[in-house]
């Protein structure tokens, strides 16, 4: 039986070895290769550990002894899918290890399996700012898988798509605000951009960010400003062409 545990770690204990790989928190390895292939299988049994603690609190029993991580992982998203979409309240207890599996899931289309109920069972407004919070004080893998989840969490949302709505396919409107957490998006991520040394987490928060000035309110004007004129001189072309769309969508 596939429980909480993973082995004998629990979901939280494999989030802090993934996490103490990437920061420090272990011996040093002279092979580059092998830190690489540690990190790959610890970030992998992390995000097995986030899913299987999702499927443990929905009473969710997939047994595949033998499977590899990723494999049993994607086996547990699959089932735990119509479970939390069906269901018309989701316990508060899912909330966390829910958001953790979407951001510890490396694809970036199948994250989308625990946003989605994540979304209908706690409200966008709470999804965003739990994103941002990975966004502000999570590791660099974390951020990254921020910026995935958070494509999803912007997803329309449908009345006939989940149980979690009333009969006449309201729900009360504050559980979908999104404006604040938008803009303390917009804020964060563009620090996280000029502290970061991490190429690739550059270019995440940066294909995520809206390319009008008007997005931005007046108190992020300044730091817009400076982080537009970062991306005109980064070395990664993609942040350039990001700029770009910004300058040209200033002149049209």
Do not use: I
Not at 95 to 121: K, N
Request: glycine fraction near 6%; hydrophobic fraction near 45%.
């Amino acid at each position: 039986m596939l429980t909480a545990a993973v082995g004998s770690w629990s979901w939280y204990e494999a989030l802090r070895l993934a996490a103490s790989r990437r920061t420090g928190g272990s011996a040093p390895v002279q092979n580059a290769a092998v830190t690489d292939k540690a990190e790959d299988t610890d970030r992998q049994r992390a995000f097995l550990a986030c899913a299987a603690e999702v499927a443990r609190l929905l009473g969710v029993d997939v047994d595949a002894p033998g499977t590899p991580a990723m494999r049993r992982a994607r086996n547990l998203a699959h089932a735990v899918r119509r479970p939390l979409l069906e269901s018309p309240r989701l316990a508060d207890e899912l909330f966390a290890p829910l958001m953790a599996a979407a951001v510890h899931d490396p694809d970036p289309s199948f994250c989308r399996w625990f946003v989605e109920p994540a979304l209908y069972g706690f409200g966008r407004r709470r999804v965003l700012e739990a994103l941002v919070e990975y966004l502000r004080s999570g590791t660099d893998a974390e951020r990254a898988g921020a910026t995935r989840a958070w494509y999803w969490a912007g997803m329309p949302l449908r009345a006939d798509r989940s149980a979690a709505y009333a009969p006449d396919g309201t729900r009360a409107a504050s559980l979908d605000a999104s404006q604040e957490a938008a803009e303390a998006w917009m804020e964060v991520s563009m620090r996280v951009y000029a502290e970061t040394t991490d190429a690739e987490l550059r270019y995440h928060v940066m294909r995520m960010r809206p390319v009008s000035r008007e997005a931005y309110p007046p108190r992020l004007q300044n730091l817009f400003e400076t982080t537009l004129n970062a991306a005109r001189a980064d070395p990664d072309g993609d942040n350039r062409r990001w700029a770009g769309d910004v300058d040209r969508a200033g002149s049209a």
